[in-house]
């Protein structure tokens, strides 16, 4: 059974950076051939997918984040970790790791197989 924890701190202030980091079991991440992405949902709105990072580590990033992300991981530790940089209030969302094939559009949700609890992150001053 695969299993996704997220952790990270519940509030960070704006201009600041966001680090969260996914912890896995049950899987390695760099099982060929699914990715390990990052989606949020803002309060009242919808998933948005945030960024992926394939099992051989290479990152894809949602346009509209691209220029604030990064995600890396550590294959000793089974992790991956999101840094979203200069964050606002509207970052403000719960945050959620999950898995995928890696030839699938990270938009698509259904395709996510295993999903973490969910933090929420809270931007604020």
């Known amino acids: 059974q695969v299993q996704l924890q997220e952790s990270g701190p519940g509030l960070v202030k704006p201009s600041q950076t966001l680090s969260l980091t996914c912890t896995i079991s049950g899987d390695s991440i760099a099982t060929a051939f699914y990715s390990w992405t990052w989606i949020r949902q803002p309060p009242g709105k919808g998933l948005e997918w945030v960024g992926a990072i394939v099992y051989n580590g290479s990152t894809y990033y949602n346009p509209s984040l691209k220029s604030r992300t990064s995600i890396s991981r550590d294959t000793s530790k089974n992790q991956f970790t999101l840094q979203l940089t200069s964050v606002t209030p509207e970052d403000t969302a719960v945050y959620y790791c999950?898995?995928?094939?890696?030839?699938?559009?990270?938009?698509?949700?259904?395709?996510?197989?295993?999903w973490g609890q969910g933090t929420q992150v809270t931007v604020s001053s």
């Open positions: 999950a898995r995928s094939l890696s030839n699938v559009d990270y938009s698509d949700y259904p395709w996510y197989d295993y």
